[in-house]
């Protein structure tokens, strides 16, 4: 399996609401990622987790909140969010601790909030 | 903090012609990856470069890293339809688990 499987693929959510996104891989990656795509814009960093641990933090708002229950799986939990928060949300992981060789990225979740 | 310029930001060409990006880091990267993602769709992982003036290549797609490691060049040759989507460099200093990508560059081609 050299997938990372990310769920739902779209939300829309209130502003109120409270969701979670979804993000699993089986290639035995012990880093995974969370980042943030904006329309026409790169990828920015969100959070990094190495060996299940929070490694980096680029100072994300708290309304998102990370959880990785074991090296397989990494949620990102999602509440009172802001309009500017839609875009797209990408997971990835890579094979080492140091990004030598690649992220895989998942298809990501599209987030509208409304 | 580290950044990585990308340039051109859009590049629209005729099929069969050659096309480059180029990037360009205010620091010295320990590793540079190029990306693709298609319209719609999310990076996929091309390849990494690792030592000074390194030059991979893979079918049409010509790789360099720069003697000094803090530039780096894609360039295809004989463009076809299927190569359009965003091209990212991505580079990363050592010792640091965070990959900067660069804006990207915007690549359309004319059938």
């Known amino acids: 399996d050299t997938e990372v499987t990310q769920t739902p693929k779209h939300l829309v959510m209130g502003m109120t609401n409270k969701k979670s996104l979804k993000c699993e891989q089986h290639?035995?990656?012990?880093?995974m990622y969370w980042y943030k795509q904006k329309a026409k814009k790169p990828p920015e960093l969100m959070f990094v987790y190495s060996y299940e641990k929070l490694s980096i933090n680029e100072s994300v708002p708290s309304r998102f909140s990370p959880e990785c229950p074991n090296s397989s799986l990494l949620n990102l939990h999602l509440h009172a969010l802001q309009p500017e928060d839609s875009a797209l949300y990408l997971c990835a992981s890579s094979q080492v601790l140091r990004p030598d060789y690649g992220y895989t990225f998942g298809s990501g979740t599209r987030l509208t909030v409304v | 903090g580290q950044q990585v310029m990308q340039i051109p930001q859009y590049q629209h060409v005729q099929e069969g012609e050659d096309f480059t990006t180029y990037c360009n880091s205010s620091?010295?990267?320990?590793?540079i990856q190029w990306y693709k993602q298609r319209p719609g769709g999310h990076p996929v992982f091309l390849i990494q470069?690792?030592?000074?003036?390194e030059v991979k290549k893979q079918k049409r797609l010509t790789f360099q890293f720069g003697e000094a490691k803090k530039n780096s060049s894609l360039h295809i040759t004989a463009t076809q339809t299927t190569d359009v989507g965003t091209y990212f460099c991505?580079?990363?200093?050592?010792?640091?688990?965070?990959?900067?990508f660069g804006k990207g560059t915007k690549l359309t081609v004319n059938p």
């Open positions: 620091t010295t990267l320990s590793n």
């Open positions: 290639m035995g990656h012990r880093a």
């Open positions: 991505a580079g990363a200093q050592g010792g640091s688990e965070k990959l900067v």
């Open positions: 470069l690792v030592k000074s003036g």
